[in-house]
């Protein structure tokens, strides 16, 4: 079995924490290990290190190898550029078929957390067998604690049978990100989870759907696939990967194919898709607040709030709901709630070209 | 005519900005100019360096030398520790007879804030003309916009005449600050005024008057004034200086003292007392919002707050009347309108040891 990780992001939500040189699964924000290497411990149970493969941009391949000293270097995969998931998917599904035809592989984002590392294993597990029994394409669903317009949704059919204890059900679709009212309808119907973004299928299997709904992509990794440890590999990968479509995996291919499952994903999972997301999954005091890292911090009448500051004392008076994070040369306060907008920041440092701080 | 500047206060709630090596009065708070170099432009058109007397304890005197190179060494008198504005006051007076008997003082608190200094001029200007006549203490006293429990009031008695075209009236009591009903009584009625803290007399009216009010007070001053420029000086003032009360002027003397005046000092004044205060007197933005001295700030949905850091990038996104201050190794962020409880976070360093910040 294989492991594919998937480290193309950038994760521009986490300013400034997050900058062009360090995207978050390069961070150490939910513990002292950074996003990525959580991401490699959890599959490492169930996976050898010299089966999981990462898929990363040029920029960000040396601070990840430093990272990630575990990972053979020729596991360490990197895409010319950024082509969405269904581009990065089919490069990671050749490499695997040169080594092992019709392994499975395990697609795994870089940046997620996950509570209950053993019922991860347990679900990853059971997945992988319906996905060798079945030729199938096979996700892992999260039941929905909250309506979000920020994950896309998969509806579940009828159940198929069990594995290992783990119920599996056929999908009825996959949705895109929902407006608020059709997430309150997905929500309300009972049926829905939100997509993880884990899959779990054999190369040959996502080749073969790839070649089916994206045919165009399929061609382009062919020659690709001739190219791969060729003479010229270095000139021709780029070349052809330029004109890849960019299209996401959910969207090309799993909205459309038939044979797709579910499991759920029961185990703590959270995106970390925000600063609001990481005060989520936080560990707080009784008043609510979140010290982040290691740092002095006085909470005077102060409730619901998330301080990242590692080297200056901090001090919080009369604060309800704030999230405030420290770095070398940059300083976010951003009212709880609001950290998606911690987008717009970056955009305005783009227009103001103050570089140094993206 | 002489100036005595009163320095000896701390300004705690102006943490972090303000520390026990740099008071409030040393700050470059309001302006460019430290509040102290305000303090004394502001009374330069009237009253030359030569005759500017500042007040200030032994911790900071080194400070306030360099920021003052106009004021002649002679003229910054050391307190051997701080026993309040009376025996302050009455040291400043003892000089001041040494040098000019009979002279004018005009005494003034460091660490206050004036918008229109031309009438400042005139007011105290004026005021001194009824001091020398009158042989009376001369208050200046602020027309209240909102219910303050942080000052002392003056209640105003008949009008007893105009001079420079500016209205004196007769004093019918000094009061000590009161509680909030209280200062809603005073502000219902009409005659109440702020205490400025502002007084002007002549040397040896006020010392006339500590003999009559605070004898015990008055025999200690006499004491210190023989010593003054005798060998035994530095022995002889500390040792008495240890054992005079201490009390301030206003509830020592001035609610006692029968020949009392007020002027009315429509100046823009404020005491600055807290960060919420310089708010109040700093240019805003549309939307509220005071950039404190340089930095580069990206407001994002921000309004009615202050945000002081010279150093780093500050990002504030979705926020409300908060008030920020970065310092080199500490940060406060705290809600408007409780910036008096800047205070508290204070004790909670002396109360945990942590020095470094105080």
Redesign the interface.
Known sequence: MYAVIMAGGRGTRF??RSREKKPKHLLDIISEKTIIQETIDRIKPLITPDNILVVTGKKHARALIKQLPEIPLNNIIIEPEGKNTAACIGLAALHIQKRIPDEIMVVLPSDHAIADEQEFSAVIGAAAKVAAREEGLVTIGIKPSSVQTGFGYIEQADSFRKIDGKEVFRVKSIREKPDFQQAQTYIQNGNFYWNSGMFIWKASTILKEISRWLPDLYAGLMKIDEALGSPDEALIVPRVYKKLKSISIDYGVMEKADNVFVLRGDFGWSDVGSWDALWEISVKDPKGNVLAGKG?V?F??TEGSLVY?P??????????D?I?V?TK???????K???Q??K??VD??EEKK?KK?L
């Not at 040369?329 to 009212?335: M, P, Q, T, V």
């Open positions: 300013w400034p002095n006085i005077e009448d500051s080297q200056k004392l901090v001090a919080l008076v009369g604060i309800k704030l405030i420290e040369d940059a300083l976010l306060i951003c009212k709630g609001c950290s907008n911690v717009k920041v305005a440092l103050l701080y």
